[in-house]
């Protein structure tokens, strides 16, 4: 991948054209797509990820956004899915594992994502706002540091941007009734 780090939008890879893994990928996004209904279910911003052992095609993660919920910032669907994956596999290093996000990572999921050297992150629709997996920045490609991580995107993007708009179109909806 090429693209400086520091540009505004960087060069992103293709999509994945191997049909076994793509026909993975999406089964595996399917369930990140049902961890984000739960956050849905609890007013959080619908996204939801899975970490997947690739040796054994088992889920050893799950999470979703629960920052409001929690009442923390770091309550979110990729660090609550590293942390069970890491407890599960008995390790803080994921290496031979995939992680699966509904959105694009965030600036500190992206950075949580590079030092648990998982190998490989799956995402569905990109962020224009915080998006570190190459939209408004690649943290997960980064020359300099100590692991890279293989991206592709796109899986299962239209069913993960149609929740996140109709989350926001409801919660704009909700606010204007609160203002009245």
């Not at 997947?52 to 919920?69: E, K, P, S």
């Not at 590079?114 to 992150?121: E, G, M, N, P």
Request: glycine letters at 8%; a positive charge; one cysteine or more.
């Amino acid at each position: 991948m090429t693209g400086d780090a520091g540009n505004r939008k960087t060069e992103r890879p293709a999509v994945c054209t191997d049909e076994d893994t793509a026909a993975a990928d999406r089964k595996y996004m399917r369930e990140a797509l049902r961890q984000a209904g739960k956050a849905y279910a609890l007013g959080e911003v619908p996204i939801g990820c899975v970490v997947v052992d690739n040796a054994t095609g088992r889920i050893v993660g799950r999470g979703y956004n629960r920052r409001n919920t929690d009442k923390t910032t770091v309550s979110h669907a990729e660090i609550t899915a590293i942390k069970k994956a890491s407890k599960r596999l008995g390790d803080w290093r994921l290496e031979g594992c995939t992680i699966y996000i509904t959105l694009e990572p965030c600036p500190m999921c992206a950075g949580a994502i590079v030092q648990a050297r998982i190998d490989r992150c799956v995402y569905a629709a990109p962020s224009d706002k915080a998006g570190c997996a190459g939209t408004v920045l690649n943290l997960l490609r980064q020359p300099g540091f100590n692991h890279m991580v293989e991206i592709t995107y796109g899986v299962s993007e239209d069913e993960s941007k149609a929740l996140l708009q109709r989350f926001f179109k409801e919660l704009r909806v909700t606010l204007k009734r609160e203002k009245e």
